[in-house]
T-cell receptor
């Protein structure tokens, strides 16, 4: 059974700090790893990673995947209060019955002014 | 990016009634859509995979007679919660799979169902 574990469960930082979120996984026939940000409604897409060692960047957010050690990190630099959210990591595996995403439990980030 | 809409965003119904939730891909065609359920402060739990023109694939433990899924067109999937009970109250989210840089999944805004 596919498994995704995120750490830490939650963290509190102050504006301007840098945060690093971790996601480790076990999946059959890995296809991709995705990061989402969830505020009050449904998750919004951040990144999709398929190759090891290639950093994806969007503004103050960046992410990288290590397919050998089976983990990914999401970095947020110069945090702002608007970054407060739950960050979800999901892994897609190729399955005979069809591909699907398995989600981790999420990391709740609170950025204080 | 790809836009997915859901309707309604919020619904309150009485026990024993049925509720239909619609999920639409607005600017792309989606051969595959997914339905998730999320409890408060918990992660998303996949309920079923909806394939256009064929039967949905349900995850273990999800009752297919209770959660009816129809994917009649490339832009619309519906989830009907039949004979709803208070324990069905939850946040239901759909997503659609689209090939952009690779296969990506975009989520609808979710539907909060409250069964009284």
């Amino acid at each position: 059974e596919d498994k995704v574990v995120q750490s830490p469960l939650s963290l509190v930082v102050h504006e301007g700090d840098t945060v690093t979120l971790n996601c480790s996984y076990e999946v059959t026939n890995f296809r991709s790893l995705l990061w989402y940000k969830q505020e009050k409604k449904a998750p919004t897409f951040l990144f999709m990673l398929t190759s090891s060692g290639i950093e994806k960047k969007s503004g103050r957010l960046s992410s990288i995947l290590d397919k050998k050690e089976l983990f990914s990190i999401l970095n947020i630099t110069a945090t702002q209060t608007g970054d407060s959210a739950v960050y979800l990591c999901a892994v897609e595996g190729l399955k005979a019955a069809g591909n699907k995403l398995t989600f981790g439990g999420g990391t709740r980030v609170l950025v204080k002014p | 990016g790809a836009v997915v809409s859901q309707h309604p965003s919020r619904v309150i119904c009485k026990s024993g009634t049925s509720v239909k939730i619609e999920c639409r891909s607005l600017d792309f065609q989606a051969t595959t859509m997914f339905w998730y359920r999320q409890f408060p402060k918990k992660s998303l739990m996949l309920m079923a995979t909806s394939n256009e023109g064929s039967k949905a694939t349900y995850e273990q433990g999800v009752e297919k007679d209770k959660f009816l899924i129809n994917h009649a067109s490339l832009t619309l999937s519906t989830l009907t919660v039949t004979s709803a009970h208070p324990e069905d109250s939850s946040f239901y989210i759909c997503s659609a799979r689209v090939f952009l840089a690779g296969y990506e999944q975009y989520f609808g805004p979710g539907t909060r169902l409250t069964v009284t």
